[in-house]
């Protein structure tokens, strides 16, 4: 297994990071790093500190070196080394997080779902009518990965606030049995692909066949997270098994719509190595408190009335604000 750091993996050029990942070798584990820039984005943090943990778990030995790159402090920060096991070679001085950035986190639990939900709201800077589906958003994504993904070493999570754009990313990575595994127990699908599209349509869960999910699932989770990146003009993207689902911003000059069918975005599939586990991350503007309120309401109307219908649900509903 080859994790490689290159010089910038954000959400519009992650497939870099792609081309220097190596998930076929279960013996050995060895993490290498760009040698004169490193600039990630948090999802690439959650996933490689979740396959060193898993890979560890496993009785392997994680194997790497660090570059002395200008960025070397902020992934010490972030608690990168300390999840691989690797000597950053380097000391820092630890800065106050809060309103800043989560470091890497494992949980494990509800109660440390609950106190990384308090860490986040700092991050945030926005009111009740944007922060709360944000809290939503990221309290569902782990959750799912605790209750449903078989994930033993739990969900690695990990955010960063921007303030000068007034963005926040959030990165969460599990390592458990897969999109497909979990979309086939109940749905004909035969592909990472064709998993990936149906778990981003509202409605529709792993853990039942019925429209509309049932009282402890309703399927909206992965919709709602990609809707929210479309309302705030940002980017998204979802990794199981061998496919990558990636949301591309909306450009000013067009009206954001959401879609019931994530094949109908602006979009694209990448074709991955193959992981075992799932991989969200999410970009997101903070101002957007009108828009949220819009995503809501048709969300709620979905939900609570053509769901009791349950016919030509994906094509009948418009989700647009």
């Given at each position: 297994m080859k994790v490689?750091?290159?010089?910038?993996?954000?959400?519009?050029?992650?497939?870099?990071?792609?081309s220097?990942?190596?998930?076929?070798?279960s013996k050995t584990f060895d993490f290498s790093m760009h040698k004169k820039w490193v600039a990630v984005h948090p999802v690439v943090l959650a996933m490689t500190a979740c396959l060193a943990e898993k890979f560890r778990e496993g009785g392997g030995v994680v194997t790497g070196k660090a570059e002395n790159v200008p960025t070397l402090a902020y992934l010490i920060r972030m608690g990168l080394f300390k999840y691989l096991g690797v000597d950053p070679g380097k000391s820092i001085t630890e800065h106050e997080e809060s309103g800043r950035f989560i470091p890497l986190t494992q949980i494990q639990n509800n109660d440390e779902l609950k106190q990384a939900i308090v860490n986040l709201v700092p991050l945030l800077h926005a009111p009740a009518a944007v922060a709360d589906p944000i809290k939503y958003v990221f309290s569902e994504m782990v959750r799912n990965a605790l209750?449903?993904?078989?994930?033993?070493?739990g969900a690695f999570v990990c955010a960063q606030y921007y303030s000068e754009s007034k963005r926040i990313a959030i990165g969460i990575a599990d390592a458990g049995i897969g999109v497909l595994n979990t979309m086939r127990q109940h749905h004909d699908v035969q592909s990472s692909r064709a998993a990936i599209r149906l778990a981003l349509?509202?409605?529709?869960t792993g853990t039942t066949s019925r429209i509309g999910g049932n009282e402890f699932n309703a399927g909206a989770g992965l919709f709602f997270t990609k809707s929210i990146a479309t309302l705030s003009r940002n980017r998204f993207c979802f990794y199981s098994g061998d496919s990558m689902f990636r949301l591309m911003k909306t450009r000013k000059r067009y009206d954001p719509e959401l879609h019931a069918d994530p094949n109908d975005d602006p979009h694209s599939f990448v074709r991955a190595p193959l992981l075992k586990g799932t991989v969200v991350g999410i970009d997101l503007s903070i101002e957007q408190g009108f828009e949220f309120a819009a995503l809501l309401e048709a969300i709620r109307e979905a939900y609570f009335i053509d769901v009791k219908q349950k016919k030509n649900y994906a094509k009948k509903?418009?989700?647009s604000p």
């Open positions: 490689f750091l290159p010089n910038s993996a954000n959400l519009q050029n992650i497939t870099g990071l792609l220097g990942l190596d998930l076929s070798n209750e449903h993904s078989q994930s033993t070493v349509q509202p409605g529709i509903i418009r989700f």
